[in-house]
């Protein structure tokens, strides 16, 4: 897996999420990939399981706006820096960062994906 590669998926990654394409999002996953967002909280197993917690965190936000920052690529794996901006549909506004861990598997898919950040203030301001 090339660098490009992984450089295009990691960007498809975070344009999905800015421009609310949820069916986009959920085809950068295998079919049995698993997502840790955020680590510590019970992992997002398959499509429906990615699925529902993207449309989950869309459904409290008006626009959320998130940007790789840096990024590091090793053979099928990538690390990314990056950060958010959220406009929730209560009106508030927040701003938070982390870091995604990710491993792709030999189909240029997202096998998993560790995502270390803190999502309770964020969640606490967006349902506030």
């Known amino acids: 897996m090339s660098t490009n590669d992984l450089q295009r998926l990691t960007s498809l ?3 999905s999420i800015r421009i609310s394409d949820v069916d986009g999002f959920v085809d950068l996953f295998a079919t049995d990939g698993v997502s840790h967002d955020p680590v510590g909280a019970p992992p997002h197993v398959g499509h429906d399981g990615v699925r529902a917690f993207l449309t ?9 706006d998130i940007a790789p920052v840096e990024t590091v690529f090793y053979q099928n ?10 406009l929730g549909k209560n009106g508030s506004r927040t701003e938070f960062g982390g870091i995604d861990v990710f491993t792709f598997d030999r ?5 998993t ?8 203030p ?4 967006l349902t506030a």
């Open 77 to 86: 794996s990538a690390a990314v820096t990056w950060s958010a901006f959220a």
């Open 113 to 120: 994906i560790h995502a270390f950040w803190d999502a309770a």
């Open 122 to 125: 964020v969640m606490n301001a």
């Open 13 to 15: 990654y975070y344009s």
């Open 107 to 111: 189909d240029f898919r997202i096998a």
């Open 56 to 64: 989950g965190v869309l459904g409290l936000c008006e626009q959320l």
